[in-house]
């Protein structure tokens, strides 16, 4: 079957580059505000002229059509210019979180082998053949104009990279024809322009990034540049609305929940008109909670990387009584097929593997040419491409999709997609760790990670630490839970639905806080994970907590020290280690700071 949706503009024929479509809009409102971030405000015209600067200066090192540039930078103000620069050259961006283990940040670029790695300081693995660069050192002189490079709606724009079942992250290649569509339609969909105002919250390296970036600045809006160390943070975030007046805001449901939780919450945002939640599964309940106290719209929105962000979209209602919340119908160009396993269409209302087709395919996987050609399959129905997402779909009635589930072992926690397979290879590479099993605990907003490892020897706090030196933080299993031998199905495969956590049994009294920093954590630890107290010993996770929650306690920490570094959530994650932690950083938190930023 196909589906259609809600109408959107083509492409405009002469706007074939994404940052073609920024530099209209500075052309048009050159005075107005088009960033306010932590390191700088800019107008659209300051915005423009320092990514000029950057581009003539990437220019004299090579940059151009065909070639990758690396940007290792923080969400800022810089990082917005660094990404139009490297547009405007003509090559593509490669976002690194600077925050990633030093392992997969050299698999990334000796995968992608930018020409050059932009960064503001960060440091970074060196690998043969690509340059590394401080910003400051890349720009060009003030004033600097080059002649528009040539761009092709089909040449590369950016490269996300994402989980990968074989053990290593893949590598999307989106082009500039594919982002471009997805900006248009959403102008189209959902009306924007000056006076609004959207939050750059998310990493670089998550494709929704793109959606915050691109739409203020294609319409006259203003992008508003979430503090780099508290862009997850729901009462920073939340009073970072207020006092900006933020009208968009992009989530995950996790992170929706976190925000209603707050006091007064976006129920006290009388700026906020539309919210966008995508990246997990929006619950009826959750959706009900949100219309009973914000007065705002609330769209929920679908769609892999692999297909430019987004790729359905659903109005929410506070009165729709379904038990579900549909992800609804496609953008314009996107035309979705319901497959049985045979590759025939699903019959009216069975579920079936969704593939994708339309304008806003990735050209495939960088540097994977069979992984390309195993996802990216050819369309039977008009001759094209077409990708097989491994999600599980239906349509109601009323022509609506639903989202049934994963074909594979993908999930995804806080929005972050995540093969299972990625993570239970790291963990078996532990030499300590004979067997590995991955799998999610808890469902909604309360999904986490578990691996359950074998011998039951294993130390599972050690286990932790030693994958926060290979793997982003969101994909360190929360609970790591040792056995002798793993449950076993009548084929001999593991039998996941055996596995589960152990019962929480009676803590003992641990040993009080002992000083000013210990009562700081176990006070941190207790509002965050709603237990009456922690002891000195308590470990973080044991005690319930998730990556999200995680995020949160690093986040409140580093109000006044900054320094206090991310592996210690998995290294050290007890009231007493975190405590040190901070002693050694040599800057002790003020107790205020329990109450966030």
């Known amino acids: 079957m196909t589906s259609t949706g809600r109408p959107g503009g083509p492409p405009e024929p002469e706007a074939i580059g994404l940052h073609h479509l920024v530099e209209r809009q500075a052309a048009a409102t050159p005075e107005a505000i088009a960033v306010t971030a ?103 002189s003030p004033g600097a104009r080059e002649e528009a490079a040539e761009i092709s709606p089909e040449q590369t724009a950016y490269v996300i990279y994402t989980s990968g079942s074989t053990g290593r992250p893949k590598g999307v290649e989106i082009p500039h024809r594919g982002i471009v569509d997805r900006v248009l339609w959403e ?49 920073y ?75 359905t979209y ?14 609804g119908f496609p953008r314009t160009s996107a035309r979705l097929y319901i497959l049985d396993p045979q590759g025939r269409p699903a019959g009216e209302g069975e579920a079936g593997e969704l593939h994708i087709a339309g304008p806003g395919l990735a050209l495939g996987y960088l540097n994977r040419p069979e992984l390309t050609r195993e996802r ?8 094209g491409r077409m990708y097989r997402t491994g999600d599980v779909v239906r349509r109601r009635d009323d022509g609506a999709l639903e989202f049934v589930g994963r074909a594979d072992d993908q999930v ?37 990670l578990a691996a359950f490892v074998t ?29 002798d031998r793993l449950p076993l199905g009548p084929t001999g495969k593991v039998d996941k639905s055996a596995l589960a956590l152990p019962a929480q049994s009676a803590r003992p009294a641990g040993e009080v806080p002992r000083d000013p920093e210990e009562e700081l954590v176990a006070g941190t630890f207790a509002e965050i994970l709603g237990v009456p107290e922690a002891a000195a010993g308590d470990d973080f996770f044991e005690l319930g907590g998730n990556s999200l929650q995680a995020l949160r306690l690093l986040n409140i920490l580093r109000k006044n020290s900054p320094e206090l570094p991310i592996a ?26 329990v109450a966030g930023p």
């Open 455 to 483: 011998p039951g020897s294993v130390d599972g706090r050690q286990v932790r630490a030693r994958l926060a030196e290979v793997l982003p933080e969101y994909m360190v299993p929360a609970h790591v839970v040792a056995q």
């Open 412 to 448: 995804k926690v806080r929005g972050f997609r995540i093969e299972l397979g990625e993570i239970e290879r790291a963990v078996e590479a532990l030499p300590e760790v004979e067997r590995a099993v991955l799998t999610t605990v808890g469902d909604g907003d309360d999904l986490a």
């Open 568 to 593: 210690v959530l998995f290294e050290t994650p007890t009231v007493a280690g975190i405590a040190a932690a901070l002693r050694e950083v040599g800057q002790t938190p003020d107790p205020s700071a």
């Open 376 to 383: 990216f399959v050819g369309n039977p129905f008009d001759g």
């Open 237 to 311: 975030l939340t009073d970072l609305v207020r006092t900006e007046n933020v009208t968009c805001l992009a989530v995950v449901p996790a992170l929706l929940q976190a925000l209603l939780d707050e006091k007064p919450g976006l129920g006290g945002c009388p700026s906020l008109r539309e919210v966008f939640s995508g990246g997990e599964v929006l619950s009826p309940a959750l959706a009900r909670r949100f219309f009973a106290t914000v007065k705002a719209g609330l769209h929920n929105q679908y769609g892999p990387t692999e297909y430019s962000i987004d790729t």
């Open 187 to 235: 102008r189209t969909a959902y009306p924007s322009g000056p006076g609004d105002a959207v939050i750059l919250h998310h990493a670089l390296s998550f494709d929704v990034s793109l959606w915050e970036i691109f739409i203020p600045l294609t319409t006259g809006g203003r992008l508003v540049v979430a503090d780099p160390l508290y862009g997850q943070d729901p009462r």
């Open 314 to 327: 659903w109005d929410c209602e506070a009165d729709d009584p379904s038990a579900s919340v549909p992800i």
């Open 38 to 140: 932590p390191d700088a405000t800019w107008t659209y015209a300051e915005l423009d002229e320092q990514a000029a600067r950057i581009a003539a200066g990437l220019r004299e090192r090579g940059a151009g059509r065909g070639r990758l540039i690396g940007m290792a930078i923080e969400r800022s103000a810089a990082a917005v210019a660094a990404i139009l620069g490297i547009l405007k050259t003509g090559a593509g961006y490669v976002p690194l979180d600077p925050e990633f283990p030093e392992s997969r940040l050299r698999f990334m670029i000796e995968d992608c082998l930018p020409l050059v790695v932009l960064h503001t300081g960060a440091e970074l693995p060196s690998v043969a053949g690509t340059a590394m660069a401080e910003l400051d050192d890349v720009l060009g």
